[in-house]
């Protein structure tokens, strides 16, 4: 597992996740994101950088459909967790594990796309920025793909619940990038069926940002 290089073992970032996945043996449910899958098959690329990888379930499956990946994420559990996943899923030669804190440090690249689904965070972070940074990463003729949540789903816990989350247009707006080298290929929200931890049935809005480097 590689390693970048994380400022301070108890920063708040690394401690908040590191209780986060305390809290359970696994967090997520494993599977691919919905956009993800949905929009990836139609881009041209070889090596994408998964921001924020969790438990690994978007890098394992851009591994098994022929991607090189770079996965990171500020947790360690989180990353055991996801390279013991790929290990047993027979594709851990095509993923590099890299712990980062993301308000420190970032893969350098070039990658043909950058894939940052669902990335926030309760600590207080400069989100903009990092997206920025990871959009700097991009090959020409490469993708930047962000998906948000459009609102907390009804059983998520209230601090979340009561979190602001912008709009597509407010976080295009918000990466200022040039726009002379930025393409819009897709702005929008997007409607998702989705059941919560005890069988909770909701209709959640997906915001789906698709810019391509000129």
């Known amino acids: 597992m590689g390693r970048g290089k994380l400022a301070g073992m108890d920063n708040e970032h690394h401690s908040h996740w590191e209780q986060r996945y305390a809290e359970k043996p696994q967090i997520w449910s494993g599977r691919v994101n919905a956009r993800l899958e949905e929009i990836v098959p139609q881009l041209d690329g070889d090596v994408v950088l998964d921001l924020g990888c969790g438990e690994g379930g978007d890098a394992i499956w851009f591994a098994e459909h022929g991607w090189e990946v770079v996965a990171v994420d500020v947790s360690s559990t989180a990353l055991a967790r996801a390279a013991k996943e790929a290990d047993k899923r027979g594709v851990l030669s095509h993923i590099d594990f890299q712990q980062h804190d993301l308000t420190q440090t ?73 726009p002379g080298q930025w393409e819009r290929v897709r702005v929008d929200s997007v409607p998702r069926h989705a059941t919560g931890p005890d069988g909770q049935q909701a209709e959640l809005l997906d915001n789906v940002i698709e810019l391509r480097r000129r």
């Not at 700097?136 to 619940?161: K, Y």
Request: net charge negative; hydrophobic share 45%.
């Open 106 to 178: 970032l893969p350098e690249g070039p990658f043909d796309l950058v894939s940052a689904q669902f990335f926030h965070s309760m600590v207080d972070m400069d989100r903009p920025a990092i997206l920025r940074r990871a959009a700097a990463t991009v090959a020409p003729g490469g993708t930047l793909l962000i998906v948000d949540h459009g609102g907390a789903p009804p059983w998520a816990p209230e601090e979340v619940r009561h979190h602001v989350f912008p709009s597509a247009d407010e976080v295009v707006e918000g990466l200022a990038l040039d």
